[in-house]
């Protein structure tokens, strides 16, 4: 039987589209996956650090492999890398801890000072009462004492605390058998790809590999340009306080996309402009501000990411705060990156990986 003319637009009525059956499958594996990882997704983040640097490590391994027994390699690597975490302690925490202490020490100051900033010496009505910058920072400072004085709170900083060292020895274990075993545990998760797909699976792997690679590297990279570059301008150049603390959290916002950037900009910007006692260093300040993001976002960043790991910022903005809310930091730092996955599988399904300005479509 034909179909009948649709009278109101001319034309038969479409068909239905039956969805094919291996997509409904893939669609409910994928989402139970996610649930699984959801209900689990404290205990990911070590696995998520050890597996990242063991990912980006092993094709250094299998070049040294060349020159001998690729598990003695993967072991040296391994060394060298807890060398570095170790180094990096011995040199940081200690400094880290006092600049910490001395902001602590003078957070009521600083909170006058800034307040005083604003409103300048005259009072203010908060909560029906007027009240002075002087006040202001008292009540501040109580409310902070009184916080951390009680007995849950300093539980739960306790608790913290020995899960990041637990978490510290728990990532280095999985380090170690990442880099010693990697390559048998990439097959083993291959081997769960059904036989009928592994040839499509092996096929989009091979586009996402050197972009994910190259993403990580690139990330490490400017991370740590961050990291110096914000103690260069921050400590030598202009001379600022806490400059080992701004600089380690200027390294560590630079991993979060637009958003981490714009909030070290912000932190610094407060405690220079606390600082300053003159017009100039607040003009110094605004160059060094420029000099960073114009070298990491028109010069480093392109050149250690390329073209192939660009997102639409409202598609990273997404991603970062929806993987933040789902799965914390590990969602933070897996949002990019799977992202850029899912959209070569989008381009691999439909033909145009190859085709130019697709990031922008």
């Known amino acids: 039987m034909n179909p009948q003319p649709d009278r109101r637009r001319g034309r038969a009525p479409e068909a239905s589209v039956a969805v094919p059956a291996w997509t409904l ?17 404290w205990v990911l983040l070590p696995f998520i650090i050890a597996g990242v640097l063991g990912y980006v490590c092993t094709p250094l391994i299998d070049r040294l492999a060349r020159y001998g027994p690729r598990a003695v390699m993967a072991v040296g690597v391994f060394l060298v890398l807890l060398g570095l975490a170790a180094g990096l302690a011995l040199l940081g925490v200690p400094a880290l801890l006092e600049e910490a202490g001395q902001v602590i020490g003078s957070f009521g100051a600083t909170i006058e000072r800034l307040v005083r900033g604003v409103i300048g010496n005259r009072s203010i009505e908060l909560f029906g009462q007027p009240m002075k910058a002087s006040d202001i920072s008292d009540a501040a400072v109580t409310a902070a004492r009184n916080w951390i004085s009680q007995g849950g709170t300093l539980l739960n900083l306790a608790t913290w605390s020995f899960a990041a060292v637990f978490g510290f020895f728990l990532t280095a274990v999985l380090l170690f058998y990442f880099l010693v075993g990697g390559k048998n545990i990439g097959r083993g998760l291959f081997w769960l790809v059904p036989p009928n797909h592994r040839l499509f699976a092996e096929h989009v792997w091979q586009k996402i590999d050197p972009v994910l690679k190259r993403y990580f590297i690139g990330v490490i990279v400017v991370v740590a340009y961050a990291t110096v570059a914000a103690y260069v301008g921050l400590g030598l150049i202009l001379g600022i306080h806490y400059a080992i603390f701004l600089a380690l959290m200027t390294g560590i916002l630079e991993m979060i996309p637009i958003v981490g950037p714009a909030a070290a900009i912000v932190l610094s910007a407060l405690v220079a402009v606390q600082q300053a006692t003159t017009m100039g260093s607040i003009i110094g300040y605004a160059v060094y501000v420029a000099v960073l993001r114009l070298s990491i976002d028109q010069l480093l960043g392109p050149l250690v990411l390329g073209q ?12 970062f705060l929806s993987g933040g809310l789902l799965f914390g930091i590990a969602g933070v730092i897996l949002s990019v990156p799977v992202a850029l996955a899912v959209r070569i599988i989008l381009m691999v399904l439909y033909d145009s990986f190859d085709e130019p300005n697709h990031q922008d479509r």
Do not use: E, K, S
Request: with cysteine; charged share 5%; net charge positive.
């Open 25 to 41: 499958t893939t669609l409910i594996g994928f989402l139970t996956v996610l649930l699984f990882f959801y209900a689990i997704h």
């Open 308 to 319: 192939a790991a660009r997102l639409h910022p409202t598609l990273i903005i997404f991603c």
